[in-house]
Nanobody, 114 residues
Framework: QVQLMESGGGLVQPGGSLSLSCAAS????????MGWYRQAPGKQRELVATITNGGSTNYGDSVKGRFTISRDNDKNTVHLQMKSLKPEDTAVYYC????????WGQGTQVIVSA
């Protein structure tokens, strides 16, 4: 089993920046991929960004060039740096880890509003 603890999130004005972090614990040796997904009200959960153990990254089209995902393997933590935030980035952001199974965090709210 893998447990995920998310931190960060909150309220930010359009054009602002925000960072999210996700720390993994438990069977971390099994993790091959970590990342972030988000779900806005009334919409399906969508890919934000993922990163493999080797550092390969993948981004959703709507966040390319604005968001950056990074990974601290020593701390078993993945970070998401979000810049130039837009109101449409408002959503609950979920951390996900892949390792024998799919594991999800509880989610953290990001609100982009003036």
């Amino acid at each position: 089993q893998v447990q995920l603890m998310e931190s960060g999130g909150g309220l930010v004005q359009p054009g602002g920046s925000l960072s999210l972090s996700c720390a993994a614990s438990g069977s971390i040796f099994s993790i091959i991929n970590m990342g972030w997904y988000r779900q806005a009200p009334g919409k399906q959960r969508e890919l934000v960004a993922t990163i493999t153990n080797g550092g390969s990254t993948n981004y959703g089209d709507s966040v390319k060039g604005r968001f950056t995902i990074s990974r601290d393997n020593d701390k078993n933590t993945v970070h998401l740096q979000m810049k130039s935030l837009k109101p449409e980035d408002t959503a609950v952001y979920y951390c996900r880890a892949v390792g024998g199974d799919f594991y999800w965090g509880q989610g953290t709210q990001v609100i982009v509003s003036a």
